[in-house]
Nanobody, 116 residues
């Protein structure tokens, strides 16, 4: 079983930047798609951005132009660069990796708080 661990979250002022990383407990092969999702208490988890191994990226409208998702390697599959952060970006951020055999892996989440 693969474990994912996110890092890079924290407290940042509005307009600031953070870079989230995702590391796997062991190398993941046959990756189909990677992504970042976020969730605030009382709400459903929502998509932030996804990217395929072919490089096709998809972003939520609320983060377009501010966030950039990028591919890594089999051990560090995906990153999320977040710029021009807003208070409404405050959430727990989760990385997700889907592989060709249909399995999907989630991390435990990292807290991002945007506040002055």
């Amino acid at each position: 079983q693969v474990q994912l661990v996110e890092s890079g979250g924290g407290l940042v002022q509005p307009g600031g930047s953070l870079r989230l990383s995702c590391v796997a407990s062991k190398s993941i092969f046959s990756i189909l798609r990677m992504g970042w999702y976020r969730q605030v208490p009382g709400k459903l988890r929502e998509l932030v951005a996804t990217v395929t191994t072919g490089g096709d990226a998809n972003y939520a409208d609320s983060v377009k132009g501010r966030f950039t998702i990028s591919r890594g390697n089999a051990k560090n599959p995906v990153y999320l660069q977040m710029n021009s952060l807003k208070p409404e970006d405050t959430a727990v951020y989760y990385c997700n990796v889907n592989v060709l055999d249909g399995n999907g892996y989630w991390g435990q989440g990292t807290q991002v708080t945007v506040s002055s």
